[in-house]
């Protein structure tokens, strides 16, 4: 069976271990998720404040993460919606938890 595109690092086109949260490293700012290799890669770089996918920013509180992607989830970003929901359910990043009763 082929692993679904989500699994392949955009940056540098490998495979990204099982246990995608451990092994990878989501970016709010543009929706993609890079492999602990290329984010390494990136802070012996000296680049610890940008982006190592778009080049952006890295937001710096939970607010401004939440702030970027909500405004992906506005914009019809499905990746984002689902984001979201998996934060609220775990109340991260400030969201109130979404629990089932």
Do not use: W
């Not at 955009?10 to 492999?35: T, V, W, Y």
């Not at 778009?54 to 990746?79: I, N, Q, V, W, Y």
Request: aromatic share 2%; net charge neutral; proline share 4%.
């Amino acid at each position: 069976h082929a692993r679904p595109e989500r699994d392949t690092c955009p940056k540098c086109g490998l495979k990204i271990s099982f246990d995608l949260s451990i092994n990878s490293r989501h970016h709010a700012c543009c929706m993609k998720r890079l492999c602990n290799g290329c984010n390494l890669e990136a802070c012996l770089q000296g680049i610890n404040d940008t982006c190592p996918s778009c080049g952006k920013s890295m937001p710096d509180t939970d607010a401004s993460c939440l702030a970027m992607l909500r405004e992906h989830a506005e914009s019809g970003d499905a990746a984002a919606i689902g984001y979201i929901g998996v934060k609220c359910s775990f109340g991260a990043l400030g969201l109130r938890k979404n629990a089932l009763d």
